[in-house]
C-alpha cells in the first residue's frame, strides 16, 4: 500500500499518548471458506479518527488473520491499551462475549467497549450480556470514540459523550451518536491493517479483478423493513468530490474492483446519477457493486450504471409473495422485482437477488410464490437466508410481544432464536 492511500498519522503520537486497540472478530463461518473477507471499514474509520486526535490506534483483524482467542489477547497485551473496543453483532456475540471475557481476565484495568449494529439498536441489552463491558457507544462513535479514550486517560468525568451507556447509565441519555458531517473524518486507516493486506486476506469470490476494495459514500437507510435494526429512516451522503477523491487514490494503489457498502446506494437517484456519469467520465476501468432498491430501478439508471462500470446490483427481493412484503414493510411490488432484474441483466449487468425464508405469515404457499418468482426473474445468483430475529428489529419486538419468539440470543450459550410460524 502506498503512503498516499494510507493517509496515516502513524508515529506521529508521543509516547504519553493514550492507546486503543479495535478488535475485527471472527465471523460465524471463519472456519469455513468464505464467500468474501473484507476489510472491516467501520473500525478503519475510528482508527482514522483516533489516530488524528493524536491517540496511537492499532486494529487486530482477528477474523481475516483467524486469530484463536489466545493469540488475539496476546496482541493486545503487547500493545499496551488504555481501552479494547470490539463491535458486536447477535451471530458473534458468543464469540465476542468470550473475548471480552479473556481480556479482562489478562487486562484487568484496560477499559472494555462495545459498538456496532447490537450495541446501537439494544446498548442496555449488551450491557446485560456480557458483564465485562464497561462501556457501549450506540450510534457512529468516531467523535466519542475519541472522547472516552481521551477521559479514560486522564480520568475526567464522562460528559459530553454522545451515545454512550454505562453500567450506571446503561440508556444512552443523548440517544445515538450522530455525525454532523460524513466528511469530517480521514479516510479509512487502512494502513492500520497492513499485515492482512500483505497476507492478501481480503478478497471475495466472482469478481472481475481479484485486488478487491470496499468505499461507503453514504450511511442509513430512509425505509425500515421488519427484519432490519436500521435505528433511523435518516440517510446522510459523503461528498462525491470526497468519493472520487477516495477512489482515485485506491485506483492509483492498483484496486481494479470496489465493494459500494452504502445499505441502499441509490437511495438517492438524482446523486446516484451523477456520480454514475462523472465515474464514466473519469474512465479509470473500475468495476463496481452495488446495493439498489427495485422500485429506484429505471432505464437511464442502469445505463448509466453500467457505462461507469458497475458489473454487479444487488437487490434487496425478500420473498415472492405480495402480503409478506407489506408485512415486511419493504414498500415494493413484486412486478417491481420482476422488472427490475430483467432491466439490470438486460444491460449486460449481473443481478444478485436476497430472500428471507421464514418471516411470520410464511406459509407453504406464500414460499412456493417466492421460488416462483425466482424461476421468473432468473437471477444471476441468489442468496436465501432463514430469517434471524434481531434484538431490536419490528420483527423481535413483536414476537416478543405475541409469544411467538422461541428462544432467546445468549452470549453464554451461543443460542439462536427463531419465530415459530402459525
Same mark, same amino acid.
Given at each position: 500500500?502506498?503512503?498516499?492511500?494510507?493517509?496515516?498519522?502513524?508515529?506521529?503520537?508521543?509516547?504519553?499518548?493514550?492507546?486503543?486497540?479495535?478488535?475485527?472478530?471472527?465471523?460465524?463461518?471463519?472456519?469455513?471458506?468464505?464467500?468474501?473477507?473484507?476489510?472491516?471499514?467501520?473500525?478503519?474509520?475510528?482508527?482514522?479518527?483516533?489516530? %488524528?486526535?493524536?491517540?496511537?490506534?492499532?486494529?487486530?483483524?482477528?477474523?481475516?488473520?483467524?486469530?484463536?482467542?489466545?493469540?488475539?489477547?496476546?496482541?493486545?497485551?503487547?500493545?499496551?491499551?488504555?481501552?479494547?473496543?470490539?463491535?458486536?453483532?447477535?451471530?458473534?456475540?458468543?464469540?465476542?462475549?468470550?473475548?471480552?471475557?479473556?481480556?479482562?481476565?489478562?487486562?484487568?484495568?484496560?477499559?472494555?467497549?462495545?459498538?456496532?449494529?447490537? %450495541?446501537?439498536?439494544v446498548p442496555e441489552?449488551?450491557?446485560?450480556?456480557?458483564?465485562?463491558?464497561?462501556?457501549?457507544? %450506540?450510534?457512529?462513535?468516531?467523535?466519542?470514540?475519541?472522547?472516552?479514550v481521551g477521559c479514560?486517560?486522564?480520568?475526567?468525568?464522562?460528559?459530553?459523550?454522545?451515545?454512550?451507556?454505562?453500567?450506571?447509565?446503561?440508556?444512552?441519555?443523548?440517544?445515538?451518536?450522530?455525525?454532523?458531517d460524513l466528511d469530517?473524518?480521514?479516510?479509512?486507516?487502512?494502513? %492500520?491493517?497492513?499485515?492482512?493486506?500483505?497476507?492478501?486476506?481480503?478478497?471475495?469470490?466472482?469478481?472481475?479483478?481479484?485486488?478487491?476494495?470496499?468505499?461507503?459514500?453514504?450511511?442509513?437507510?430512509?425505509?425500515?423493513?421488519?427484519?432490519?435494526?436500521?435505528?433511523?429512516?435518516?440517510?446522510?451522503?459523503?461528498?462525491?468530490?470526497?468519493?472520487?477523491?477516495?477512489?482515485?487514490?485506491?485506483?492509483?494503489?492498483?484496486?481494479?474492483?470496489?465493494?459500494?457498502?452504502?445499505?441502499?446506494?441509490?437511495?438517492?437517484?438524482?446523486?446516484?446519477?451523477?456520480?454514475?456519469?462523472?465515474?464514466?467520465?473519469?474512465?479509470?476501468?473500475?468495476?463496481?457493486?452495488?446495493?439498489?432498491?427495485?422500485?429506484?430501478?429505471?432505464?437511464?439508471?442502469?445505463?448509466?450504471?453500467?457505462?461507469?462500470?458497475?458489473?454487479?446490483?444487488?437487490?434487496?427481493?425478500?420473498?415472492?409473495?405480495?402480503?409478506?412484503?407489506?408485512?415486511?414493510?419493504?414498500?415494493?411490488?413484486?412486478?417491481?422485482?420482476?422488472?427490475?432484474?430483467?432491466?439490470?441483466?438486460?444491460?449486460?449487468?449481473?443481478?444478485?437477488?436476497?430472500?428471507?425464508?421464514?418471516?411470520?405469515?410464511?406459509?407453504?404457499?406464500?414460499?412456493?410464490?417466492?421460488?416462483?418468482?425466482?424461476?421468473?426473474?432468473?437471477?444471476?445468483?441468489?442468496?436465501?437466508?432463514?430469517?434471524?430475529?434481531?434484538?431490536?428489529?419490528?420483527?423481535?419486538?413483536?414476537?416478543?410481544?405475541?409469544?411467538?419468539?422461541?428462544?432467546?440470543?445468549?452470549?453464554?450459550?451461543?443460542?439462536?432464536?427463531?419465530?415459530?410460524?402459525?
Open positions: 500500500m502506498t503512503r498516499d492511500l494510507e493517509t496515516s498519522w502513524e508515529g506521529g503520537a508521543s509516547r504519553e499518548a493514550a492507546r486503543a486497540v479495535l478488535i475485527n472478530p471472527k465471523a460465524t463461518y471463519a472456519h469455513e471458506i468464505a464467500q468474501k473477507c473484507f476489510p472491516p471499514l467501520g473500525l478503519l474509520y475510528l482508527a482514522a479518527a483516533l489516530d %488524528a486526535s493524536g491517540i496511537r490506534a492499532q486494529v487486530i483483524d482477528a477474523n481475516a488473520l483467524r486469530l484463536d482467542v489466545a493469540a488475539t489477547v496476546e496482541r493486545v497485551r503487547r500493545a499496551c491499551p488504555d481501552l479494547v473496543g470490539m463491535p458486536i453483532h447477535a451471530e458473534t456475540l458468543r464469540g465476542c462475549a468470550i473475548l471480552f471475557r479473556a481480556l479482562r481476565a489478562a487486562l484487568p484495568n484496560v477499559a472494555l467497549v462495545a459498538g456496532g449494529p447490537q %450495541a446501537s439498536a441489552w449488551v450491557l446485560q450480556q456480557i458483564p465485562e463491558l464497561d462501556y457501549v457507544i %450506540a450510534g457512529e462513535g468516531e467523535t466519542s470514540l475519541v472522547r472516552l479514560v486517560k486522564s480520568g475526567a468525568p464522562l460528559t459530553g459523550i454522545d451515545g454512550l451507556a454505562t453500567r450506571a447509565a446503561p440508556v444512552p441519555s443523548g440517544g445515538l451518536a450522530r455525525l454532523p469530517m473524518f480521514p479516510y479509512p486507516a487502512r494502513w %492500520a491493517v497492513r499485515e492482512a493486506y500483505d497476507q492478501r486476506r481480503y478478497y471475495a469470490l466472482m469478481v472481475p479483478h481479484r485486488r478487491i476494495e470496499c468505499i461507503v459514500t453514504s450511511r442509513g437507510c430512509p425505509f425500515r423493513c421488519g427484519f432490519c435494526f436500521n435505528a433511523s429512516r435518516k440517510v446522510r451522503f459523503r461528498s462525491i468530490d470526497r468519493c472520487f477523491d477516495e477512489l482515485e487514490r485506491l485506483r492509483s494503489d492498483g484496486v481494479r474492483s470496489v465493494e459500494v457498502l452504502d445499505d441502499n446506494f441509490t437511495a438517492n437517484t438524482d446523486r446516484a446519477m451523477e456520480f454514475f456519469e462523472r465515474l464514466a467520465r473519469e474512465r479509470w476501468g473500475l468495476a463496481l457493486r452495488i446495493k439498489a432498491r427495485a422500485d429506484s430501478i429505471t432505464p437511464g439508471l442502469v445505463d448509466a450504471a453500467r457505462r461507469a462500470g458497475v458489473y454487479q446490483v444487488s437487490l434487496g427481493a425478500e420473498s415472492g409473495a405480495p402480503e409478506l412484503l407489506a408485512a415486511m414493510d419493504k414498500r415494493i411490488t413484486v412486478s417491481q422485482l420482476r422488472d427490475a432484474a430483467r432491466l439490470v441483466m438486460d444491460r449486460g449487468i449481473d443481478c444478485h437477488t436476497s430472500w428471507i425464508i421464514g418471516y411470520p405469515g410464511e406459509t407453504p404457499e406464500t414460499l412456493l410464490a417466492t421460488l416462483a418468482l425466482v424461476r421468473q426473474m432468473r437471477p444471476t445468483t441468489a442468496g436465501f437466508s432463514i430469517l434471524a430475529p434481531y434484538p431490536g428489529t419490528p420483527v423481535y419486538e413483536a414476537a416478543l410481544r405475541d409469544g411467538t419468539l422461541m428462544g432467546e440470543w445468549s452470549a453464554r450459550t451461543g443460542a439462536v432464536p427463531w419465530i415459530r410460524l402459525s
